[in-house]
């Protein structure tokens, strides 16, 4: 029986692992080891809707209580700077809309663009977040958004969370790993503490103390797929720039650039591959297009994932586990899923050793990790935008993976839906079939089937459009809406975010 479990790193990997298990499993004694010298990354980060459900449905935090503490931002998705024309990436599955009464999805009708394919995206070019509410000169929620947050921000408060839920913290630095029969039977920390427990969680970031040094699990890299390796980091105070409602993600010489919208400050961020570009170089390319940029750091990453997340009583999450550039908002809503399925896989085991539970679940957690890297190599296999020595590199040779056999099928029927459940397994898919439709379309890949739509059909779509941007233009801002959810009159349905596991 699992009784005590100690999770090694106090990040936001550790810390969310720690709020997951202690909200579903009050029994369990459960305690994070923080190092006093290893610090945070510490950059601006951006979500999917993902992190949204997790934290106020899955971890049961009420939003107000959220925004007070963290003050997050909000987006609707992605623009990219990318593909045949800048397009918005949402998190509302626009290309599932149909024509009636043929049934045609709606993505046929976009080989000329995505603008304004649903009012979310009208939304997002106009600059707003939210429709306005026709009851009132407030914003119509919804819960289609996801979070810009400060990292910094977010550990200070999930380690006053951590606190309120009866978890121990113990600051320590790690000195060595205790094994026996291939499992952890102890930390012993570089003041003495020797720590023991029934099961270990290692959140150590990078360095992977646990599942890769001291299991020496093997690593399988994503370097066919994934060339960048490094990015420079930075950013500024925001003084009179309008809070986008949006991350952007946009196509550089040997990479690309995010940039992340909070209240008071705007990060910047370029992600290269060290074999196209020098570190100077970039640092050069990335201040001529931000000049307001101040200090900015480096960090070299390598993209893959362990080929197992759990072993024996170890269970590995957020960087300790896996690494991918954050072009689709992938850490935290990395770190969520992970969280998730080891708090369900104990719970549905009986807080009991079951190799069943662990493998599926081991199995499921690999899967995940996959599915990005087959999405993002989409992104960089297709992106026409820039002819460098780099975009033509990955034009020519980055490998699809997973992606290959749903390229090949959209290149012959186009953007339909008819057999997703075959071609991805939506019911456990990240991203859906209608992610890696959009950017495809988006990129001007083309299909076989562009004698879908009727004439009458093509007309319908462009009042349709506009409709989109009228309903949109009516729409508030990122600073009208946040203003709103922060005035103490402002309440949320206890149900809003109701976790669906």
């Given at each position: 029986m699992i009784k005590d479990v100690l999770i090694l790193g106090?990040?936001?990997?550790?810390?969310?692992?720690?709020?997951?298990?202690?909200?579903?499993?009050?029994?369990?004694?459960?305690?994070?080891?923080?190092?006093?010298?290893?610090?945070?990354?510490?950059?601006?980060?951006?979500?999917?809707?993902?992190?949204?459900?997790?934290?106020?449905?899955?971890?049961?935090?009420?939003?107000?209580?959220?925004?007070?503490?963290?003050?997050?931002?909000?987006?609707?998705?992605i623009k990219f700077l990318w593909g045949k024309e800048d397009y918005h990436y949402t998190f509302t599955g626009a290309l599932r809309q149909k024509f009636e009464p043929s049934g045609v999805p709606i993505g046929f009708a976009c080989d000329e663009t995505l603008a304004d394919v649903?009012?979310?995206?009208?939304?997002?070019?106009?600059?707003?977040?939210?429709?306005?509410?026709?009851?009132?000169?407030?914003?119509?929620?919804?819960?289609?958004?996801?979070?810009?947050?400060?990292?910094?921000?977010?550990?200070?408060?999930?380690?006053?969370?951590?606190?309120?839920?009866?978890?121990?913290?113990?600051?320590?630095?790690?000195?060595?790993?205790?094994?026996?029969?291939?499992?952890?039977?102890?930390?012993?920390?570089?003041?003495?503490?020797?720590?023991a427990a029934d099961f270990f969680v290692d959140a150590s970031g990078f360095r992977a103390e646990l599942i890769g040094k001291a299991l020496g699990t093997p690593f399988i890299s994503y370097a066919d797929s994934l060339f960048c390796d490094k990015a420079?980091?930075?950013?500024?105070?925001?003084?009179?720039?309008?809070?986008?409602?949006?991350?952007?993600?946009?196509?550089?010489?040997a990479g690309w650039a995010w940039q992340i919208e909070h209240p008071g400050r705007i990060n910047r961020g370029y992600v290269y591959c060290s074999q196209f570009i020098s570190d100077a170089d970039a640092e050069a390319e990335f201040r001529a297009k931000n000049p307001k940029v101040g200090p900015t750091r480096i960090v070299p990453f390598v993209p893959g994932r362990y080929a197992h997340q759990w072993v024996g009583n170890v269970f590995a999450v957020g960087n300790a586990a896996g690494f991918v550039e954050p072009l689709e908002a992938t850490s935290l809503l990395c770190i969520a899923h992970e969280c998730r399925f080891l708090t369900i896989a104990l719970a549905e085991g009986g807080l009991k050793k079951n190799d069943s539970m662990r493998e599926t679940t081991d199995h499921l957690c690999g899967r995940l990790w996959d599915e990005i890297r087959d999405f993002l190599a989409v992104h960089y296999r297709f992106n026409q935008r820039a002819d460098t020595?780099?975009?033509?590199?990955?034009?020519?040779?980055?490998?699809?993976?997973?992606?290959q056999r749903m390229v090949d099928f959209y290149r012959e029927n186009g953007p339909t839906f008819c057999l997703e459940v075959e071609l991805l397994a939506p019911a456990q898919s990240i991203f859906q079939l209608?992610?890696?439709?959009?950017?495809?379309?988006?990129?001007?890949?083309?299909?076989?089937?562009?004698?879908?739509?009727?004439?009458?059909?093509?007309?319908?779509?462009?009042?349709?459009?506009?409709?989109?941007?009228?309903?949109?233009?009516?729409?508030?801002?990122?600073?009208?809406s946040l203003k709103v959810l922060h005035d103490p009159r402002w309440s949320w349905r206890p149900d809003f975010y109701k976790d669906v596991h």
């Open positions: 106090g990040g936001t990997a550790g810390f969310f692992m720690a709020a997951s298990l202690k909200t579903h499993h009050p029994c369990l004694r459960v305690r994070v080891v923080r190092s006093p010298t290893l610090g945070i990354i510490g950059v601006g980060e951006g979500s999917t809707t993902d992190l949204l459900r997790f934290i106020h449905g899955f971890l049961r935090v009420p939003p107000a209580e959220f925004y007070r503490a963290v003050k997050p931002s909000l987006k609707l998705g649903d009012v979310h995206t009208s939304l997002m070019a106009a600059g707003k977040v939210f429709p306005r509410s026709p009851e009132g000169p407030w914003p119509l929620v919804n819960p289609t958004v996801g979070y810009h947050i400060e990292n910094a921000e977010l550990v200070t408060w999930l380690e006053s969370h951590a606190a309120k839920l009866g978890i121990e913290v113990i600051d320590g630095d790690l000195a060595s790993v205790e094994q026996a029969g291939g499992e952890i039977q102890a930390l012993h920390l570089k003041d003495g503490q020797r720590l420079v980091v930075g950013g500024w105070a925001r003084t009179t720039e309008p809070i986008l409602p949006y991350t952007t993600a946009e196509t550089m010489e020595p780099f975009w033509r590199h990955c034009r020519a040779h980055v490998a699809l993976h997973g992606a209608e992610g890696f439709w959009l950017h495809l379309v988006a990129m001007g890949v083309p299909h076989a089937r562009t004698d879908r739509l009727t004439p009458a059909e093509r007309q319908w779509w462009v009042s349709q459009r506009a409709s989109n941007r009228g309903s949109a233009a009516t729409g508030l801002t990122v600073e009208e």
